[in-house]
């Protein structure tokens, strides 16, 4: 035991940081990331987003739009530790990314603006941070903005994210007036004079020193409350010390019980290295987060994170650049050297290790292996896929990979010049390796080529990719959104035999279903996470066990096309209460086959409705704007849930069909002189109106 503990503390992992930074559309994830650079050394100039000079937003559409599209890493290295870092992006539409990345972080930087508080996105990212047990502190930004205030960003983290914010610091100014903070764990004030790139320790300002106390008690009550230590110390002693509460915060920061806060502004440069600190100390190293867990035969295993175990990686990113793929993966445990071959376990193909590199988002510089808790790129594997495993071909594991959204909205593509299909055609293969949240179909009716993603602008940043790295001139149909049917009314008793017989073993099945709705019978409504429920009724064996499955199956392939428009049928529940078998020609073909059918008849027979997708907007605008934006949404069959106003400026959430969305950004520029911004977030599907239902009786 003495020996293990040993080896834990003198590990070098226990000097590495694996984090992302979390954030909604410009809180400051990417100014955030530019000053750590900085700071660390990384880079000798202070990027800025406004002049596309970043170093994570490296793509020339993340510079021309202003926005982070694709989760960039970066290395740095502060107070001995190093840190591994992925900028992550704050737009709905690139969630898929933020997953990815978060399946292989130890940690993270929430990032909060001190106006807007907690945002839609920000809810939404922090969700996905939880599901993976992700632990995250807390980084107020922007506090010099008019109408920053951190109190109230701070209750905004407690009422919409049910979390106990422990908040460290306590600002030294207002507004433009903002020059530092108070620490509150050792009592100290920092200080960051103007153009100065760090801070100076000074004594807290008289003017402060009673809140200051005021606060230090509230953090220390709050301790108290969540930690056994921090609350023993407190009772015999009627305080908490720093060293106490400081290995308190850790404790709970790692437990998710409560969010270490701590605030200031990234842009200009003040509370970045408090914020590094906090990183070294409250977030874990790859050592002290659990053994991940994989499966091998239907066997589930652990593997600790150590660099003499057999290895084992996840893919997280592939990405087609000019110089080769880059396919980016974190170790979990293991060493790799270049030149070695490794195992891509779900595709059972070995694959070769050219070169490792660790990354500086669009730079990057070799070494000659990586451990256990690493982040790095490698350049040999040919067809390995984000989510896939790679592992040592002796000791093969499955890991868990990130799941992947399902696309809600496409475009049909097709190049402009018939010479250009081929290449069109390679591009999109490349365009899916690469973001596993798009997909490609020829739809087998029109014939055309269908791009599916997550959002208008998921698509459109797809489309000017294949146009400018491949130098294709393509043409782009409006966008069709993703519309599913469910049963209003279903049917009872409905019989159909399958009898085929053209000479030698023939096909009969005899099958008697009930559909209905889901709902009807108390479960989720469309849309829902639990879109067919299938249940056999039959009593005496009349129809055997196996023959149930291939009945089961036989509906679910039904389902792909309902009968209002080829659309994928949801929310049914289908009873099989009867049926008959032929001694010689009954089989599992046929069972399956006479469901398919059956339930396609029922379908037929039921009265039908058409469901569309509809999305959660939430609107942020001027107040002198408010009256025309609501009126914009009515016509967009937008049904207001919510309106609060705060800072001159109006929140709005409604509910809205996601077919109505489509060029709404530019309308909604229009409308409030550029000022206004939305987000929107995936609610689920609902009746389409103006649409009789399939099946219903004449009036």
Known sequence: MRTELHRHLTSPLTRVRNLGILAHVDAGKTTVTERILYLTGT?????????????????????????TIF?????????????????TPGHVDFADEVE?????????????????????????????????????????????????????????????????????????????????????LRMRALVWADGSDTFEEVRVPEALREEAHRRRRLLEETVAELHPSALEEFCAESKVSAATLAAALRDLTRTGEGVVVLCGSAYRNRGIEPLLDA?????PSPLEVPAVRGTLDGEVQERAADPAAPFAALVFKVNSTATGRLTCLRVYSGTIRKGETVLDVGA????????????????????????????????????????????????????????????????????????DTDRLVSALVRLVEEDPSLSVRTDPETGQTVLSGMGELHLEVAVEKIRRAHELDIGVGRPQVAYRETVARGVSGLVYRHVKQDGGAGQFAHVVLDVEPLEAAGDDG??????????????????????????????????????????????????LTDGATHPKDSSEMAFRTAGRLALRDALRNSVMLLLEPVVEVTVTVPDDAVGGVLGDLAARRGRVSGSTSRASTAVITATVPLAELFGYATRLRSRTQGRGTFTTRATGYAPAPGIAPHGAPPR
């Open 279 to 283: 990183v070294v100390a409250y977030l």
């Open 348 to 419: 059972r193909r070995t694959e070769r290790v050219g070169r490792i590199l660790r990354m500086q988002a669009g730079r990057h510089s070799d070494v000659d292996l990586a451990v256990a808790g690493d982040i790095v790129a490698v350049i040999g594997v040919k067809a390995a896929r984000a989510g896939a495993t790679l592992s040592a071909p002796a000791a093969p594991l499955v890991l868990e990979p990130p799941s992947v959204g399902v696309p809600v909205v496409s475009v049909a593509v097709e190049a402009r010049r018939t010479i």
């Open 43 to 67: 880079v000798h100039k202070r990027g800025e987003v406004h002049d596309g000079t970043t170093v994570t937003d490296f793509d020339s559409q993340e510079r021309d739009r202003g926005i």
């Open 100 to 184: 990815r990345s978060l399946r292989v972080l130890d940690g993270a930087i929430a990032v909060f603006d001190a106006v807007a508080g907690v945002e839609p996105q920000s809810e939404s990212v922090w969700r996905q941070a939880g599901r993976y047990g992700v632990p995250r502190i807390a980084f107020v930004n922007k506090l010099d903005r008019a109408g920053a205030d951190l109190d109230t960003a701070v209750a905004s983290i407690r009422e919409r994210l049910h979390t106990v914010p422990l908040v460290v610091q306590l600002p030294i100014g207002e507004e433009d007036g903002f020059t530092g903070v108070v620490d509150l």
């Open 526 to 575: 469309p849309g829902s996470a639990v879109d067919f429920a299938f249940r056999s009724a039959v009593i005496g064996g009349r129809v055997p066990q196996e023959y149930v499955r291939a009945v089961e199956a036989g509906c679910r392939d039904a389902l792909a096309e309902g009968p209002l428009g080829g659309h994928p049928v949801t929310g049914v529940r289908v009873t």
């Open 71 to 87: 989760a960039a890493a970066v290395s740095c290295a502060w107070d001995g530790h190093r840190i591994n870092l992925i900028d």
